[in-house]
């Protein structure tokens, strides 16, 4: 996402680190190209406008042009003015109130099915209990989409029955988990093509029926301004206390994600990033303004092995390391939990400098692989996979037959594995520095 943006927006600041010294004029050229690329992302117009004078106040005066390093200042002024234009600062969601209720809004598509389900995996990873609710009875479908969802991330969706009309749904379902000791109750609406009176009506009726704490705008990143206005026209309505952009994924522009804050006033709290469940991060306005810039988005990444590797297996991987027993089966079980942080592509691309490596060197991420690597060792013996130094060319014509792969593949895994070992060995001896120099391998 954003690539073309963040592609000129780089090779601008590239060029003014690359020049001695500052003067207005390389300023004012510097600016014109930011402002473009701006443009040419789909940013509104009135929001370039407003960051082009604010970024030129701070880059004219004396901090940048007489400081020792004026190409370094520019870019920090660059990175401080984008992330406030990004909302500056993570806002939390709201969840108060008994059971809390959040009611989520948006055009036909836009991802509110999908994010109601991916919010209430989150949330009940955090320990709550959450209702699903189905208020979209405009297609027959979307109630069983949201079903089917709720049994995959197990979360109970409301029982809709044969009730026809939104409204009831939603009084029913918020008085319903409140007798039920639910404490969260997310509130699947209805979308339309375009903004219209009867839908408004409906969410606006909804809305002072149940009183939600949060009413969550979803928003199509890939639709750019026209998802900006939207929301501005949701919320002069229904009031909005948030916005969530979906499909950020995709190769939406920026448009959406830099106009959104700044036009509607409405902080972003979410963005989706793929249809899988687990694909919703907070949004954090520093660290994409960061990612634009290509500075790389480390603490995500962190965060997200986090949640992926809890405490006690980090425990048990660091003293297998130690004691130098980490076999081919921890290696799979270890490269199991990276697949479940998302794809292996959108993962190394939170590591600053991985972007812009990928084009210079042409590197493919072959998502496959780890399909290949799993059955490779799937095809092992226990005691091949506890000790690869048993693997002479017999037994690897053996494990190639046996998964489907070429001895050229099973080299390739081991030296791999062996490459791995090295680095995470290093990296337990050393820790914080030892993950800083994994990175930026
Ligand atoms: N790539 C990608 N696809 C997404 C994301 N969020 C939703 N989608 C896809 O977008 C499509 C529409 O999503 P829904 O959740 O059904 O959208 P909706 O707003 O509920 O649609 P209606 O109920 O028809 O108004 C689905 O195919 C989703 O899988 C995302 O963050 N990334
Ligand atoms: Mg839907």
């Not at 920026?254 to 919703?280: D, H, N, Q």
């Amino acid at each position: 996402m954003i690539d073309g943006l963040s592609d000129k927006l780089r090779g601008v600041l590239k060029d003014v680190r690359g020049q001695g010294t500052m003067t207005e004029k390389n300023v004012t050229d510097a600016l014109r190209q930011v402002r473009l690329a701006l443009l040419e992302a789909d940013v509104n117009f009135a929001v370039v406008k407003d960051f082009i004078a604010e970024v030129k106040k701070e880059a004219l005066g004396e901090k940048v042009l007489l400081s020792v390093t004026p190409g370094q200042q520019f870019t920090k002024v660059v990175n401080e003015e984008l992330t406030r234009l990004l909302g500056s600062e993570t806002s939390e969601l709201e969840l108060k109130g008994s059971p809390a209720v959040i009611m989520l809004v948006g055009l036909q598509g836009s991802g509110k099915t999908t994010t109601s389900a991916k919010l209430a995996a989150r949330l009940k990873s955090k320990g709550r209990s959450v209702l699903l609710v189905p208020a979209d009875l405009a297609r027959p479908a979307a109630v069983l989409q949201l079903q089917r969802l709720s049994d995959a991330i197990k979360v109970d969706c409301f029982d809709v029955a044969e009730r026809k009309d939104p409204f009831e749904i939603c009084k029913e379902a918020v008085r319903f988990a409140g007798a039920k000791g639910y404490d969260t109750v997310i509130l699947d609406t209805a979308g339309r093509l375009h903004v219209d009176e009867t839908l408004m009506g409906e969410l606006k009726s909804i809305k002072e029926a149940v009183n939600p704490v949060e009413s969550l705008f979803v928003a199509d990143a890939m639709t750019g301004q026209d998802a900006v206005s939207t929301a501005k026209g949701f919320n002069e309505v229904v009031g909005l206390t948030g916005v969530i952009l979906t499909k950020l994924d995709s190769d939406a522009r920026g448009g959406a994600a830099l106009s959104m804050r700044m036009t509607t006033g409405v902080p972003i709290k979410f963005v989706g990033t793929g249809e899988k469940m687990e694909a919703l991060d907070v949004f954090h306005p520093e660290r994409l303004a960061g990612r634009i810039l290509g500075m790389g988005d480390v603490l995500t990444l962190v965060e997200k092995a986090q949640e992926n590797i809890d405490e006690k297996e980090a425990v048990k991987l660091e003293q297998k390391l130690k004691k130098d027993t980490f076999t081919l089966e921890d290696f799979k079980d270890h490269l199991g939990k990276i697949k479940s942080m998302g794809s292996i592509e959108s993962i190394l691309s939170m590591i600053p400098g991985f972007d812009a490596a990928k084009k210079t060197k042409n590197i493919d991420v072959d998502e496959t692989q780890l399909v290949r690597i799993e059955a490779i060792i799937d095809s092992m013996t226990p005691q091949e996979r506890r000790n690869p130094g048993v693997l002479n060319s017999k037994r690897r014509i053996r494990i190639a037959k046996g998964s489907g792969t070429k001895v050229q593949d099973i080299n390739k895994l081991i030296k791999q594995y062996a490459q791995m070992r090295k680095m995470m060995k290093r990296f337990t001896k050393s820790g914080m520095s030892g993950l800083k120099n994994m990175l930026s391998m």
